[in-house]
């Protein structure tokens, strides 16, 4: 069969001294056992650390390195792979569709372009765990832009933003951008700066404003009211009046 051994960097000096053993003779012995007993697999290692580096720096073994080291895939983060991404979402969405009784479950196009457009730093499984996290909410037919999470979609504005080949995505982004910061200014400027009130009037949550004004810089504090001078304030050195 085969044996998959996942973050095989994490694994103590100690017990690297035991794994390269068995892969070197092919048996082992069991906690408490007295017997050796001989395997025969496959293994295959995984690991998102450099382990040339890790041996350099002396937590992990140069022997067991160069032991796993047969055959090597490297496989790029998923910002680096985004085509693969429209068929990840296909598959996860199928895949807890099914599992949630939710079947014929489609996914909006402007969807499946903020996902396409966001970094992924948890790679596949923060794009698993988030499309699971999507579907359990949403109470339609169809995923929309609604249901994804204001950071996500945040973020993905920002990456469409920093594109340099001036296409219909990056500019529409840039666009959206001017948008935003010009509806919020105005919002704020109605509301003399009131969060609150300017949250109730554009119909979203006081974390999702917070969070737009931060993208964009918008600071609420420049739109409030500054209280005026008190009128008939007494001039310093003035002589007082005295009524005859």
Request: net charge positive; hydrophobic share 40%.
């Amino acid at each position: 069969g085969t044996f998959f051994l996942d973050e095989i960097a994490e694994l103590p000096l100690q017990l690297q001294a035991k794994l390269l053993r068995a892969l070197q003779e092919r048996r082992f012995r069991r906690v408490g056992g007295k017997e050796e007993i001989s395997v025969d697999v496959r293994v295959i290692a995984a690991t998102n650390r450099d382990l040339a580096e890790e041996v350099r720096k002396g937590r992990f073994r140069e022997d067991l390195y160069y032991r796993v080291d047969v055959a090597r895939v490297a496989i790029p983060p998923l910002r680096e792979r985004r085509e693969d991404i429209p068929i990840l979402v296909h598959h996860f969405v199928q895949l807890y569709a099914c599992e949630m009784q939710k079947l014929g479950l489609q996914v909006e196009p402007e969807v499946m372009e903020v996902l396409t457009r966001y970094r992924w730093p948890g790679n596949v499984r923060e794009l698993q765990n988030f499309l699971k996290r999507s579907l359990a909410m949403t109470r339609r037919g169809v995923l929309t832009v609604d249901d994804l999470p204001d950071e996500i979609v945040t973020r993905a504005g920002v990456e469409a933003g920093k594109g340099e080949d001036g296409g219909f995505f990056s500019l529409r982004a840039r666009r959206t951008d001017a948008f935003e910061k010009q509806y919020l200014t105005s919002l704020l400027r109605r509301h003399a700066g009131d969060v609150t009130r300017a949250a109730a009037e554009a119909r979203i949550p006081r974390g999702t404003l917070y969070r737009l004004l931060g993208k964009h810089g918008v600071k609420p504090d420049e739109y409030r009211a500054r209280p005026a001078s008190a009128a008939g304030e007494e001039l310093s050195g003035a002589a007082p009046v005295t009524s005859l």
